[in-house]
């Protein structure tokens, strides 16, 4: 079963500590749900496991399956199984979606020999599951993509990707009904024993299709509160006031 080890996690920028002392192990078949308000550091939590080079790391480890992550690039990381989606992903102009996927899927499977076709037949049968059309194939990745299509295609890169640990920066915001729908569908048929998810949300409507049996709450950049699905229906119901203790 696969680990991801997260230990005694701090970081900054500049003189800014963003994350402090952050632990959490996810294991292959759980789902955890990362809450907590805005600018308590969730996304920069996202982007430090990824290995952004913006964000200096202070003191912890981050570890999956016992290999050390920090200090490996972000690639490196893909490699070892893990997958951030974007909360706002950017246009990478003049890379077409499909070059831009195979590279990827190239850079983290270098064993596997799956030919175009078999690659082209994959991505359209996943392209229509999320509700993306064949035209997207060759557009400029994300450029021009509405709010919605960006999502999509995160969750394209997922299922294509097949990471071993996968984390969903706020894929629910900005979707409709049925593209929500769409989207936990994927990641419930994508869901196995052998995947753990880190899902992080200010919502319950995603989690309702998909249960997470831990629920973390950062604020400040620390750990607040950590348990059960309780504690996201309180927080729809009563925001966060009960966990700041005001
Ligand atoms: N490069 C940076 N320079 C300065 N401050 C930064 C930088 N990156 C992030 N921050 C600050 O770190 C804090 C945490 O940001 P982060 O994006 O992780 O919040 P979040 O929990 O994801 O919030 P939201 O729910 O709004 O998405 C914010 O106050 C943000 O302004
Ligand atoms: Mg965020």
């Not at 196995?192 to 992080?200: A, K, M, T």
């Amino acid at each position: 079963m696969p680990t991801l080890e997260i230990r005694n996690l701090s970081a900054r920028v500049e003189d800014k500590q963003l994350l402090k002392d952050v632990s959490m192990t996810v294991n292959g078949g759980e789902i955890h749900a990362l809450m907590g308000p805005n600018g308590a550091g969730k996304s920069t939590l996202g982007y430090v496991l990824m290995g952004h080079p913006n964000y200096e790391v202070t003191s912890g480890s981050v570890k999956i399956d016992g290999k050390e992550l920090i200090g490996k690039n972000p690639e490196e990381r893909a490699k070892a199984g893990l997958f951030l989606a974007f909360q706002n992903p950017v246009a990478v102009q003049g890379v077409k979606l499909s070059t831009f996927l195979r590279t990827a899927y190239n850079q983290v499977h270098p064993n596997e020999k799956l030919t175009i076709q078999e690659f082209y037949d994959r991505m359209k049968q996943h392209m229509k599951k999320v509700g993306l059309d064949e035209s997207f194939i060759s557009r400029s990745v994300n450029d021009g993509f509405s709010g919605g299509e960006r999502k999509r295609f995160e969750i394209l890169q997922m299922v294509m990707l097949r990471p071993k640990f996968v984390i969903l920066d706020e894929i629910d915001s900005g979707l409709d009904v049925d593209a929500l729908k769409m989207v936990a569908e994927e990641i419930k048929e994508y869901y196995n024993q052998e995947v753990g998810f880190l899902i992080i949300t200010h919502y319950q409507r995603i989690l309702k299709n998909i249960e997470p049996q831990f629920v973390h709450i950062l604020m400040n950049g620390k750990m607040a509160m950590e348990g059960d699905n309780s504690i996201s229906l309180r927080i729809e119901e009563e925001g966060y006031d009960w966990i700041r203790g005001v």
